[in-house]
């Protein structure tokens, strides 16, 4: 079965760039979109990027998502770091007619 | 705006069965397909199952495959999950979610309900 791997955990300071990777276990992750989500302690997920670099209305531009197919992975990239952007982090991709989601990342910004 | 509200959660003998719940509103229900996703205390997500807006299609995570069935009722808006044969590894917080377009099942979540918790115990 397809499975998609994330980091345990990143950290980084306030303003610094951080980048949060997701590896496919198989085939090539570039056939299907790739989605982010960010979910802060408490609250449901909330999509960062969509369809591999696209940014719903609302997300700030500091976000930006991107695929390499050498890797067979996708990355979100989050510059200019906030404290407020503390939270986990989710890829989420497709295994034929299923959904399969990444372990997740805790971005932790200090 | 739109409202996913889950009901229907509680705690299970290992072996129980549960009836899960999601109320739809502030969208045109009937022709979205619809997700059911958990989240296990303090771990990831977990995609569990989908069903199409007419119920023809029906796709589950392997973990609850042959165990757990989705379905809907398009006149009430409302999206079920049974859970049969629980397990405590099936202990999580069980979240319906809608994706963005009715017309591409794979579109991103854009909403997610905040979900009823699922304990196996005994």
């Known amino acids: 079965n397809f499975m998609l791997t994330q980091p345990h955990s990143v950290s980084e300071s306030p303003g610094k760039t951080v980048t949060i990777s997701c590896t496919g276990s198989s085939g090539n992750i570039a056939t299907n979109f790739v989605q982010w989500y960010q979910q802060r302690p408490g609250s449901v997920p909330t999509t960062v990027i969509y369809d591999d670099d696209r940014r719903p209305s609302g997300v700030p531009d500091r976000f930006s998502g991107s695929i390499d197919r050498s890797s067979n992975s996708a990355s979100l990239t989050i510059s200019g770091l906030k404290t407020e952007d503390e939270a986990d982090y989710y890829c989420q991709s497709y295994d034929n007619t299923n959904r399969v989601f990444g372990g997740g990342t805790k971005l932790t910004v200090l | 705006q739109v409202q996913l509200v889950e009901s229907g959660g509680g705690v299970v003998q290992p072996g129980g069965s549960l009836r899960l719940s999601c109320a739809a509103s502030g969208f045109t229900f009937h022709i979205y397909g619809m997700h059911w996703v958990r989240q296990a205390p303090g771990m990831g997500l977990e995609w569990v199952a989908f069903i199409s807006d007419d119920e023809n299609r029906r796709y589950y995570a392997d973990s609850v495959k042959d165990r757990f069935i989705v379905s809907r009722d398009n006149s009430k808006n409302t999206l079920y999950l049974q859970l049969n044969s629980l397990r405590p590894e099936d202990t999580a917080m069980y979240h319906c979610?809608?994706?963005?377009?009715?017309?591409?099942?794979?579109?991103?979540?854009?909403?997610w309900g905040q979900g009823t918790l699922v304990t196996v115990s005994s």
């Open positions: 979610a809608k994706p963005l377009n009715y017309y591409d099942s794979k579109s991103y979540f854009d909403s």
